[in-house]
């Protein structure tokens, strides 16, 4: 699933709605498409409900630590239920959201959007396809159940007896007495990643009884305690699906190039450059 924030910044008239309305509508031509909406009146009790196109809308405000109306979703609670079954989130409304983010008025320029896609002042000059394809080259929003999902839909499903997962996750120490880790940091090698990825998950689909593999690597910053990589089987049986995951997360750590760097409380560093 891939997420677009829209966020406002004193453009009015409802300009912001309509830009919603625009983008929401091309990319349903793409693929099914969820809206967050982020409303700081719904806490003091004065929201009304605004309709906005796609099939999945969520409406969440500023009571405790952005709990949603009746539901006690967060933004991430959000879009995690939206990634199992929508190609598309968009966010409104949230400015600090890590995604791309398309700014409807003038952006400040002062670093408080962190990944702005693009900046329209009025909804006419917005460019909806061109949007489509930017978006598109953004790293996908995945989960373990996003793609536990996805491999349940593969024609050989009805043949497969085992799922096997493996998730590797950002630990704050190894040892007790270790600095704690606050986050890390992936960048990738462009395009030879992505293509490095597609091979080992092809290479492995070519084993006797398994039927589908999913590689999925983050990259920019990874919080301590938040997921980072996933390695999901589906096989006809349980000993190749158990050999397969662990083949796929060791392949995937030693053959994909992939940079990391880890923030502690008291320092930071890349991690290649220290082993070397």
């Not at 990738?188 to 290479?203: H, P, Q």
Request: proline share 2%; glycine share 8%.
């Amino acid at each position: 699933m891939h997420v677009l924030g829209i966020l406002e910044r004193e453009a009015g008239d409802g300009a912001v709605e309509r830009v919603v309305d625009r983008s929401v509508e091309r990319l349903s031509r793409e693929g099914r498409v969820g809206v967050v909406r982020y409303d700081a009146t719904i806490a003091d009790g004065m929201h009304e409900p605004v309709a906005l196109g796609g099939d999945v809308t969520y409406d969440l405000g500023a009571d405790g630590d952005w709990t949603a109306t009746g539901t006690g979703l967060t933004v991430q609670d959000a879009l995690d239920e939206l990634a199992t079954h929508c190609d598309y989130a968009v966010v409104v409304g949230v400015s600090t959201l890590r995604y791309p983010t398309l700014v409807v008025g003038t952006s400040t320029g002062d670093g408080s959007e962190e990944a702005v896609l693009e900046t329209v002042e009025t909804p006419a000059e917005l460019d909806v396809d061109e949007l489509v394809a930017e978006l598109e080259k953004s790293e996908p929003y995945e989960t373990l159940a996003s793609l536990v999902s996805r491999i349940k839909r593969s024609p050989m499903a009805d043949r497969a007896g085992a799922i096997a997962t493996f998730t590797g996750r950002v630990r704050a120490k190894d040892d007790a007495d270790d600095a704690r880790t606050e986050y890390l940091e992936f960048e990738k090698y462009e395009g030879v990643a992505d293509e490095r990825m597609a091979a080992i998950e092809t290479e492995l689909e070519e084993r006797e009884g398994v039927f589908a593999v999913e590689l999925h690597h983050r990259t920019g910053i990874v919080e301590d305690g938040e997921d980072i990589v996933f390695v999901v089987v589906l096989a006809g049986h349980r000993t190749e699906a158990f050999r397969t995951v662990e083949d796929g997360i060791n392949r995937l750590k030693d053959e994909v190039p992939l940079f990391k760097k880890e923030v502690t409380v008291e320092d930071e560093f890349w991690v290649h450059e220290r082993s070397q």
